[in-house]
C-alpha cells in the first residue's frame, strides 16, 4: 500500500502482478523467460524470487503451448496470467485464444469459467526488428468471449491488471511497450474506474479524439499544441476495446460535434471503423463532420526507420484535426 | 446395423483362413524387426502390440502388462461395449432420419474406449475429442447429453465437473494441451489424481499435440496421451500423417510411449492402468497408441468408399472387440443366454430412450444465444440482447392481429 509519485508502466504492472499472487494463491504468471530474466521487459522482475518457480513459470517456447496450458490450469481452478513476448508472437496461440479460449464458458452453458489474462506488449515505437512492434487488437475483439483492455498510464496499468485478473473472463490486456518507461503517479489504496470505463483525460469543446494505449500521450500532445492555435480539443482515453464504453465517447461527441479516432493498427477494419460506425448512429444529428481515423496504413509495419512516418503522430494528428474542423 | 447382426458376421468368420492369415501378421512384423535392429531387441518388441486377449478370443499373457479381472468386471466389460455399440448406432440412425444434423461414430473402437475409461478413477479427468462415446459412457455421461451438439440445440452444455469429463472438443488436438495445463494443475494440488487426453492419428500430427508432449514432459505432468489410431484421418491414412509408428514419438519428448491392441479391452485396460498409475505416482506422462480400427465413416457425412477398400474394413471385422470377448466368456462358461439376452434387452431398451429423448429435446430459446458469452457480462452483449429481443417482440401486434383475424 503505498504512493507512489513518479512510477513507471512497468513497474506498475509489476507491482499489480505481486498485488494480484499476494491476494490470491490460484494466480500463476506463466511465460518465455518471465523467471529469472524477469522477462524480456523486466516487467515480471523479481517475481519467481519471491514467489517461486511454482508459480512463476518459466514455459517452453511455444506460444500455443501456453495458452493451451492455461486454459488447462484455469478449468482446474487457477488463474494464469500469460506473457506472449512480442504483439508478434501471439498468433501461434491465435487457434487456442479463438476457439478454445474465447468459447469454452459459452460452449460449457457457463458451467465452467476460463479466467486466463494474455498480456501482449504491443504497438511500434521502439525501432525494433520485424514482428515486434504490431498492433493486433482488433483480432482479438472481433472475437466474443474474449476482453481487451489497454492501458495508458502507471495508474490504469496498475489497477485494469488486478481487475482483469480477479474477473471470471478471458482478457487480453495489451501492454503500451513504447511507454513502460513513462512514470506517472499510483496512489495503490484509491478506488480504481470500472474496467471497461473510459475517462475524459481532456476537456475540450470543438474536438474530440478517441483513442487508447500509446497514441493517448500523442492526443494529450496534440490537445495543447492545437490549444495554442485556439482550438479546444476534448481527448477520451477509450481504456477498453472489448466492450468500448460508447456511452462516454457519445457524450464527448454530443459536446464537440467533431470525432477523430487514433490507434497505431492499420485503419482498414480497424477498431475506429467500428467506433465511426457506432458514434455515427448515436450522433448523427450532432456531428458537424464525418467521424475521422488516423492510424497506420494497409502495409506490413515498416522497417524501424520509417516507423514514425508510418506511426500517427503529433503532425498527422492534427492535420486531422484540421480536416474535422474545416467542415 | 444392429448388435446381434455384428456378432453374427464375426461368428461366421471366427474360424476364416482371412483371420488365420492376419493373425500372423503381427508376428511377422516383430521378427522383420528384430533382423533390422539387430542389437535393439526391446525395439523389437515395442514393435508388438500388447495383447491380451486374440481376435479369437484366446487370453494371452503379456510380459509387462497384466491382468486379472473378476467374472463380474469381465462382464461389466462386454456391457459396457455393447450398449456403447447400441448407443453409436442408434445416433447414426437418428441422423439418417433426420433428427441429428451430423454423427460421428466409434464403430470399432468400443474396446478402446471401455478399456481405457475403465481404468480411470472418478477423481481423474478426461479431455475427449468428438468420437468418445464410449469414454463419457464409462464417466456416467447420460448419453442423450452427448446428442445436444450433434442435433444442434448446444455445443455440449454438459458440466464438465460433474462427471470429470470435458466438453467435446472439435478443433484437432487442442484438447491435449487443455489436459496437459490441467495435469499441471493436479500436479501443484499435490493431487495423485490422474488426467488422459485423447485424439487419433490425424491429431498426432498437430502442433498442439507436439506442444503437449513437450510440456508435459519437461513439467513431468501427469497426463496419459491416449491415441486412437483408427487408421484414417477422414480419407487420409496414417502413413500421410507418420513415418513412424506413432507410440515412437513419445521417445522423442522423453517418455514412454507402447502400442496396444486397440481392438482388444483388457489390453486396453490393463496398459491403461499402468500409464495412470505411472502418473499417479509422479512418473510423468505417457503414450499409449491403442491400434484400432474405425470401422465406420469419418462422420455421417463422410463416404468411405471414395478412398478404401472393402477388403480392408473386412479384415478388421475378424478382429472385433466384442466378438472376441464374447467368445472368450462363452469359452470360459462366464456368461450364459440368460445374461446375452438380459445385455440385448438392455440395449434395445437404452436405444429407445435416446431415440425419445433426441425427439423430445427442444430448440433452446432464442436468447440463448446471447447467454454465457461472458461469466461477468459484457455491454455490448446486453446492447444486443435488448435490441434483438425489441426486435421479436416488434411481431407481437402482428402475431395478435393474425390470431385475432
Known amino acids: ?327 | 446395423m444392429t448388435v446381434e447382426g455384428t456378432a453374427q458376421r464375426k461368428n461366421a468368420r471366427g474360424s476364416s483362413k482371412r483371420t488365420t492369415a492376419k493373425k500372423a501378421t503381427p508376428a511377422k512384423k516383430a521378427s522383420s524387426a528384430k533382423t533390422g535392429t539387430a542389437g535393439r531387441p526391446e525395439q523389437a518388441e515395442q514393435d508388438q502390440l500388447v495383447q491380451l486377449l486374440t481376435p479369437e478370443g484366446k487370453r494371452v499373457e503379456h510380459p509387462d502388462y497384466s491382468i486379472d479381472l473378476s467374472p463380474e468386471e469381465l462382464r461389466g466389460l462386454y456391457r459396457d461395449m455393447v450398449l456403447t455399440r447400441q448407443f453409436d448406432a442408434e445416433a447414426t440412425t437418428l441422423q439418417r432420419q433426420g433428427e441429428l444434423g451430423l454423427w460421428a461414430s466409434l464403430l470399432g473402437q468400443e474396446a478402446a474406449q471401455i478399456g481405457s475409461g475403465r481404468a480411470l478413477r472418478d477423481d481423474d479427468y478426461v479431455f475427449p475429442t468428438y468420437r468418445e462415446h464410449g469414454v463419457a459412457w464409462c464417466r456416467g455421461v447420460d448419453p442423450t447429453n452427448l446428442l445436444g451438439m450433434f442435433r444442434g440445440v448446444n455445443h455440449g452444455g454438459w458440466d464438465p465437473n460433474s462427471n470429470n469429463f470435458h466438453l467435446y472438443t472439435i478443433v484437432i488436438g487442442s484438447q491435449t494441451l487443455h489436459a496437459t495445463g490441467y495435469a499441471m494443475g493436479v500436479q501443484k494440488d499435490g493431487s495423485d489424481s490422474a488426467v488422459i487426453a485423447y485424439f487419433g492419428d490425424g491429431a498426432s500430427s498437430q502442433g498442439d499435440v507436439a506442444e503437449s508432449f513437450t510440456f508435459s514432459a519437461v513439467y513431468n505432468a501427469p497426463v496419459v496421451f491416449f491415441c486412437q489410431n483408427n487408421q484414417w484421418a477422414i480419407s487420409e491414412p496414417t502413413e500421410k500423417q507418420t513415418r513412424v509408428p506413432l507410440y515412437q514419438r513419445a521417445r522423442g519428448f522423453g517418455f514412454p510411449g507402447v502400442r496396444v491392441d486397440g481392438n482388444d479391452v483388457l489390453a486396453c485396460l490393463a496398459v491403461t492402468k499402468a500409464a495412470l498409475e505411472r502418473a499417479r505416482t509422479g512418473q510423468g506422462p505417457m503414450l499409449i497408441e491403442a491400434f484400432t480400427y474405425r470401422m465406420g465413416a469419418h462422420t455421417t457425412s463422410d463416404d468411405p468408399t471414395r478412398y478404401r477398400a472393402d477388403e480392408e474394413r473386412a479384415a478388421w471385422e475378424a478382429k472385433d472387440p466384442i466378438q472376441r470377448l464374447r467368445v472368450y466368456l462363452q469359452s470360459e462358461g462366464l456368461v450364459d443366454e440368460a445374461f446375452l439376452a438380459s445385455i440385448e434387452e438392455e440395449s434395445v431398451a437404452l436405444g429407445k430412450r435416446v431415440r425419445e429423448a433426441v425427439r423430445a429435446m427442444p430448440d433452446p430459446d432464442h436468447m440463448a444465444i446471447f447467454e454465457n458469452v461472458y461469466a461477468d457480462g459484457h455491454a455490448l452483449v446486453d446492447e444486443e440482447r435488448a435490441q434483438f429481443a425489441a426486435y421479436q417482440a416488434s411481431f407481437a401486434d402482428a402475431d395478435a392481429s393474425a390470431e385475432g383475424n
Open chain 1, 1 to 327: 500500500m503505498a504512493v507512489f509519485e513518479k512510477i513507471t508502466i512497468a513497474k506498475a504492472i509489476n507491482e499489480s502482478l505481486r498485488a494480484s499472487m499476494e491476494a490470491d494463491p490460484k494466480v500463476l504468471v506463466m511465460g518465455e523467460d518471465v523467471g529469472k530474466l524477469g522477462g524480456v521487459f523486466r516487467v515480471t522482475d523479481g517475481l519467481q524470487k519471491d514467489f517461486g518457480e511454482d508459480r512463476v513459470i518459466d514455459t517452453p517456447l511455444a506460444e500455443s503451448g501456453i495458452v493451451g496450458t492455461a486454459i488447462g490450469l484455469a478449468l482446474r481452478g487457477y488463474r494464469p496470467v500469460v506473457e506472449i513476448q512480442f504483439d508478434g508472437f501471439v498468433f501461434p496461440a491465435y487457434d487456442q485464444i479463438v476457439t478454445q479460449l474465447a468459447k469454452m464458458h459459452a460452449r460449457a452453458l457457463g458451467k465452467v469459467k476460463v479466467p486466463v489474462v494474455i498480456r501482449i506488449p504491443y504497438a511500434g515505437g521502439i525501432g525494433a526488428v520485424e514482428h515486434h512492434s504490431e498492433s493486433p487488437e482488433a483480432l482479438f475483439a472481433h472475437v466474443a468471449g474474449l476482453k481487451i483492455v489497454s492501458p495508458s498510464n502507471s495508474s490504469d496499468a496498475y489497477w485494469m491488471l488486478q481487475q482483469a485478473i480477479a474477473g471470471d473472463d478471458p482478457v487480453i490486456y495489451f501492454e503500451p511497450k513504447r511507454r513502460y518507461h513513462d512514470k506517472s503517479r499510483l496512489d495503490t489504496e484509491s478506488i480504481p474506474d470500472p474496467l471497461h470505463k473510459a475517462r475524459v483525460v481532456q476537456n475540450g469543446s470543438d474536438l474530440t479524439l478517441a483513442a487508447y494505449g500509446p497514441m493517448v500521450k500523442v492526443c494529450l500532445d496534440v490537445a495543447k499544441v492545437a490549444a495554442e492555435e485556439g482550438k479546444s480539443v476534448e481527448v477520451v482515453d477509450l481504456r477498453s476495446l472489448s466492450p468500448i464504453d460508447f456511452d462516454t465517447v457519445q457524450s464527448s461527441v454530443q459536446k464537440t460535434g467533431r470525432l477523430v479516432v487514433v490507434h497505431e493498427a492499420p485503419v482498414f477494419f480497424g477498431s475506429g471503423a467500428e467506433i465511426a460506425a457506432r458514434i455515427t448512429e448515436r450522433c448523427f444529428y450532432q456531428l458537424e463532420a464525418p467521424v475521422l481515423r488516423v492510424g497506420g496504413f494497409h502495409s506490413p509495419y515498416p522497417p524501424s526507420r520509417l516507423e514514425d512516418e508510418y506511426l500517427p503522430g503529433l503532425d498527422r494528428v492534427l492535420d486531422a484535426v484540421d480536416r474535422a474542423l474545416a467542415y
